[in-house]
């Protein structure tokens, strides 16, 4: 136990804490998801290329990549210009208006999806006024995924926005520069690393996003399809290979997000100090 | 990731109406920019929410919310809630513990797998339960001599939704210890305190603002999960139903006044956390003013 | 209670944070761990009050072997460097902690406890802050509670980490003062931890001078300062000019003095280094044939001192002088004059027997 005590710390506790952690996320984590790769092995290969490319099944990817890409660029303009605002300026209702950013987070999703699909259908409060058709369109996915994601750009800019030395600014605009001019060279520059943190956790959500996409989304094969849905739809038939291949390929796909978004974030705090 | 919202401990630096700022109608335009924006993204459905839930009348709208299903259905929403929330907040303190007090080496890879069910989507993580313990599944065959129920039931629902919630509470609380460091509970033990002394005594209360933080979020997505109890839950009506999915057989059934009902419920908690969130954040501010020496 | 350290080592991986340390502390001494940053003498505290371990060696408090006790088991008292006061308790219940946690059958009762902490807040001059919370009392009042917290569980031993780092320079000369009087008052083995020459020199009954994991030296603050015994400790003890010469059957000889070194009467024709304290120059207007000169570049007067910087003519060396207020006046010297100066005693080592 002394040697034990000298590699870890004086503060008691430490087998029992990390025991418990280890068996939790083992149970619930680790063995659960460690299914669907094994599950994937034993299976033919040829059988899982078959399902995974899959005409249906590719055209669900590119609706959910092209989606949630769509969704997340928008996000970063706006998400940007909301932290900035919030930020920066002082307006009445702000308090109100800084506490509702976070409203996709404590929403269900299911009661997102619903209130979109009211507001987007052609008779839809917001559907009326258009001249094409957003609910069960793509175009009506990438709302959906853009209500999601939004959250996501917005607090992670919104900190990094908190810190930026304002004397740089100020330094800026004293050797003659206009207030773009200081926005894109010298305030946008220290945003990136941020932004692209947000745009990458929102892509990444939205990739997933079931409940608020399949009210909205029509789910017609081929056309309107997200790939949660088709692994849904697989499982109900009781195609569990065909559903866990698909779920395979997903969670590669997340995996590298985590990655990435790991990266990005290791990228940003290192910009800032 | 997905909801993650640490503590903002930073201060607010409003802009003074200088030189080098803006001109007035910029920041007018933007301002209306941003606000109309999430006017429309975010307020009008919400406002939808409540407005379609009193279409049809305030009778339609109770007895949407105290039909049989719809009882049952917050019932069993609560009950989940109930268990799941307390286990992930154990398993987040534990974790947070071992984390931010001790050294060891793969602390990246065990944050990291914490992580993870953030990253994966939820449909998934109801599928690897299926897999798990369906009459298909790898326990299948064990617990179908047990007669134990898992998928389709409502154990099967709580796992889905430990999964999914698990991170919640330690992702919280990690960072806040870590910026603690171990000095209080040093202190604390060479004035001769048990571990579990300084434990109560000590950690818990500097840790309770992340602590009721995390679990406020927790219970947020608890309940409004969807995707994973989805798959899980069999859509029994009055047995395996939570409140989403109550609201998704309402809305299927193009009965859109009762969905709203039931869902103009779960949006005024929603509200209701946002509120909390916001209380926690202003408290957490005023007690993380510094104990230790200035310069 | 006398503490006994032998030969406690410690290593984080391929670094070695202390090496062979060996020091004996007599019961009620103050003595001061001195050093600048990654000296060890933190994690050599710490490893005293069992708050990290040795990779090597023993530790003895009194006869007792407490090498392998816990934090908790060898009752210590000890003040951290940014005092670690529970934010979420009181300065009453702060200081009444130790107490509280006692298991049942060692706890004393309420009202003793209302006592001893009374007793401490008088000690400490903190009665009315009795109801405030830490994040209500000043760096020196938080300090105070810390002390009076460690004190509360009558240790026989009491550590402090950089009791006074984090203070202004007002607070800090003050508290170390009454700090040197509770340890007259109440006579508890004390060891702190300090990188300020100054706070040792004043209050310290011996200091420990560390450098790199190592001890240099240890002695009483007159020991250290007047006969440091390496370069390292003499640096680090205060100002200090350099005569670089060589030394010959018992004389240093550098440029155009010669000064008297007996201890290296043997030695011949070795390259060595003299060292001089500022009050250690001796400064005059004519001309002496064993002095050098140099011109007076800044005079900068502190009080009731002068120190006056000084460059050589022949090597265009820097010195440092320190001279009486009385004496400056009788020079009466300017800027831009120029003056004859000479070492009146140098501490002499030789260079490869240490290096820096």
């Known amino acids: 136990m002394g040697l034990f005590k000298k590699r870890t710390g004086v503060l008691p506790g430490f087998g029992l804490s990390l025991g418990f952690t280890m068996t939790y996320i083992s149970i619930l984590v680790i063995l659960p998801l460690s299914m669907i790769f094994i599950n994937s092995a034993t299976a033919p290969w040829e059988k899982i290329w078959q399902t995974i490319s899959e005409p249906r099944v590719l055209a669900s990817y590119k609706l959910s990549v092209g989606a949630s890409l769509m969704a997340a660029a928008i996000n970063v303009i706006f998400g940007v210009l909301i932290a900035w605002v919030l930020v920066r300026y002082r307006f009445p209702g702000k308090r109100i208006i800084d506490g509702l950013v976070d409203l996709p987070f404590a929403l269900p999703t299911a009661i997102a999806g619903i209130a979109l699909t009211t507001l987007y259908t052609e008779n839809g409060w917001v559907g009326q006024f258009l001249s094409f058709k957003v609910a069960f369109t793509s175009l009506g996915i990438t709302v959906a995924l853009m209500f999601i994601g939004l959250p996501f750009v917005v607090r992670t800019v919104q900190p990094v926005l908190q810190n930026v030395d304002k004397e740089v600014e100020e330094a800026s605009a004293s050797l003659g520069a206009n207030r773009l001019q200081t926005f894109i060279k010298v305030v946008f520059p220290e945003l990136m690393p941020a932004a692209l943190t947000g745009f990458a956790l929102a892509f990444a959500r939205s990739l997933g996003e079931y409940g608020s996409v399949v009210f909205i989304a029509g789910n017609m094969p081929m056309k309107t399809e997200i790939t949660p849905l088709l692994i849904m739809t697989k499982l109900e038939q009781y195609d569990y290979a065909g559903a866990t291949a698909i779920a395979a390929v997903m969670l590669v796909f997340s995996f590298f997000m985590l990655l990435v978004i790991n990266l990005l974030q290791w990228w940003t705090n290192r910009k800032f100090i | 990731m997905s909801g993650h919202v640490p503590l903002p401990y930073s201060s607010p630096q409003i802009q003074k109406s200088s030189k080098e700022a803006e001109p007035r109608w910029v920041r007018y335009l933007l301002i209306t920019l941003a606000v109309g924006f999430l006017g429309l993204f975010l307020v009008l459905p919400l406002l939808a929410i409540f407005i379609k839930a009193f279409e049809k009348g305030s009778t339609v709208f109770f007895e949407a919310i105290s ?134 005594l000590v950690t818990l209360p500097n840790m309770k603002w992340g602590l009721l933080y995390g679990v406020i979020l927790c219970t947020a997505r608890t309940i409004g999960e969807f995707g994973a109890v989805s798959v899980v839950s069999g859509h029994i009506r009055g047995m395996t139903n939570t409140m989403p999915l109550h609201i998704e057989i309402l809305y299927n059934e193009y009965q859109f006044s009762a969905a709203f009902a039931v869902a103009s419920l779960m949006s005024l908690f929603a509200i209701i956390t946002l509120i909390v969130k916001n209380i926690i954040e202003w408290k957490a501010n005023k007690s993380m003013a510094p104990v230790e020496g200035e310069a | ?60 408090f009194g006869d007792e072997d407490i090498t392998l006790l816990s934090a908790k088991e060898r009752k210590v008292g000890f003040v951290f460097q940014h005092y670690a006061l529970f934010r979420h308790m009181t300065v009453f219940d702060n200081i009444a902690y130790g107490l509280k946690v006692r298991p049942r059958k060692n706890r004393p009762s309420k009202g003793e406890i209302k006592e001893k902490v009374n007793e401490l807040l008088k000690l400490v001059k903190l009665e009315a802050f009795a109801n405030r919370y830490p994040s209500h009392l000043s760096g020196g009042q938080r300090q105070r509670v810390a002390l009076a917290r460690a004190l509360a569980v009558e240790p026989k031993v009491l550590l402090l980490d950089e009791p006074f780092g984090a203070l202004d320079a007002k607070v800090r000369k003050d508290l170390r003062r009454w700090l040197r009087r509770l340890h007259d008052d109440y006579q508890i083995t004390s060891i702190f931890v300090t990188h300020d020459q100054e706070e040792a020199l004043d209050v310290a009954d011996r200091i420990v001078v560390m450098n790199e994991g190592k001890i240099e030296q240890i002695g009483t603050p007159e020991e250290v300062y007047e006969q440091p015994n390496s370069p390292f400790v003499y640096h680090f003890l205060g100002n200090v000019n350099l005569f670089k010469g060589r030394l010959h ?108």
Request: aromatic share 10%; net charge negative; charged share 20%.
């Open chain 3, 1 to 60: 209670m006398s503490i006994q350290i032998n030969n406690i080592s410690k290593s984080f991986g391929s670094f070695q944070a202390l090496e062979h340390i060996n020091l004996d502390i007599q019961t009620g001494e103050l003595v001061a761990l001195l050093g600048p940053s990654g000296s060890g003498k933190t994690s050599l505290l710490r490893i005293i009050a069992g708050l990290e371990e040795a990779s090597q060696g023993v530790i003895l």
């Open chain 3, 249 to 356: 059957n018992g004389k240093l000889q550098h440029g155009e003095f010669e000064v008297d070194a007996p201890e290296f009467a043997e030695t011949i024709n070795t390259e060595a280094v003299g060292y001089a304290r500022p009050h250690d120059i001796s400064i005059k207007r004519e001309y002496r044939q064993d002095y050098a000169t140099a011109k007076v570049n800044y005079i900068h007067q502190i009080g009731a001192v002068v120190q006056v910087e000084l460059i050589r003519k022949d090597t265009g060396d820097y010195l440092e002088a320190e001279l009486t207020k009385e004496y400056f006046r009788s020079l009466d010297l300017k800027t831009g004059e120029e003056v004859y100066v000479k070492p009146k005693q140098l501490k002499v080592f030789i260079p490869e027997d240490y290096s820096i």
């Open chain 2, 67 to 200: 039909s049989p299903d719809a009882i049952a259905a917050i019932k069993l929403t609560l009950i989940v809630a109930v268990i799941a929330v307390p286990l992930n907040a154990i398993f987040g303190i534990a974790a947070a513990w071992a984390i931010t007090k001790f050294n060891f080496k793969g602390k990246s890879l065990l944050i990291t797998i914490i992580d993870l069910p953030f990253a994966i989507s939820p449909v998934i993580a109801g599928l690897v339960f299926v897999l798990l313990f369906s009459s298909h599944g790898l326990f299948g065959p064990w617990l179908q001599a047990h007669d134990i129920k898992i998928i389709f039931a409502v154990p099967g629902i709580v796992i889905a939704t430990l999964l999914i919630t698990l991170p919640f509470v330690a992702r919280e609380l990690i960072p806040l210890m870590q910026t603690q460091g171990t000095a209080d509970e040093e202190a604390s033990m060479t004035l001769g305190a048990s571990g579990w002394k300084t434990f109560w």
